[in-house]
């Protein structure tokens, strides 16, 4: 089965610094790799997908990138601000009909410190 | 706002009773998942509905938990003579086409939190 990968439980950085979070796999490649971000108290909150055959992701600050060949996504945050800190869930999309094929790691705690 | 909504948003129940959970998915979204997340942990798959397929229940962790989802639309999740194993809070999430559709995110509700006593 899957088996999903976040760096470290929990990052701290300083504030304008650049956040890289990391979501490594085993197996297969996924159809699509999701971000999501979850505040304390509140559900996870989707930020940012990108396909299998997409290289990078764009969207204001953040930053994704999708390597199948180190079976690994990148996630970057420029300009950090302490408004960013939160947990990052990597989410792995293996595509398919009829079953789930929706699998989450376990997520990064980001701070960002002022 | 037309967003995932989960109710109650607190439950406290004693060992041994049953409870309903409630989620009302953004309206027109064919998939509906529920999850559990322990405090600290990460989400844990419980039950994946998508249209009119059989649900996929491989995730619900004992014959206590069962769920339906009533016109493809409002799901409850139920569990029978409840544990302090079961404390967690559970979160639902409806999406437009279900997992393996491009840019078919999943929208969370707030989860209710269970405590068991």
């Known amino acids: 089965s899957q088996k999903i990968e976040q760096n470290s439980e929990a990052l701290n950085i300083q504030e304008g610094k650049t956040a890289t979070l990391t979501c490594n796999y085993t197996?297969?490649?996924?159809?699509?790799l999701q971000w999501y971000r979850q505040d304390p108290g509140r559900g996870p909150v989707f930020l940012l997908l990108i396909r299998e055959n997409e290289k990078e992701k764009r969207k204001e600050r953040l930053k994704v990138t999708f390597d199948t060949t180190l079976k690994q996504s990148l996630f970057h945050i420029t300009a950090s601000q302490p408004a960013d800190s939160a947990t990052y869930l990597c989410a792995l999309d293996m595509q398919g009909t009829g079953a789930n094929n929706l699998f989450f790691g376990t997520g990064t705690r980001l701070t960002v410190i002022p | 706002g037309a967003g995932v909504s989960q109710s109650p948003s607190n439950k406290v129940t004693e060992k041994g009773k049953d409870v309903e959970l409630r989620c009302d998915p953004i309206s027109g979204h064919t998939a509906l998942y529920w999850y559990r997340q322990s405090l600290g942990q990460g989400l844990e798959f419980l039950i994946y509905f998508q249209g009119n397929s059989a649900p996929d229940k491989s995730g619900l962790p004992s014959d206590r938990f069962s769920a339906e989802r009533t016109g493809g639309s409002v799901s409850t999740l139920t569990i029978q003579r409840t544990q302090q194993e079961d404390s967690a809070v559970y979160l639902c999430?409806?999406?437009?086409?279900?997992?393996?559709?491009?840019?078919?995110?999943?929208?969370f509700g707030n989860g209710t939190r269970l405590t068991v006593t």
């Open positions: 999430a409806s999406s437009l086409r279900g997992a393996g559709s491009y840019n078919s995110p999943l929208h």
């Open positions: 197996n297969y490649s996924p159809a699509y």
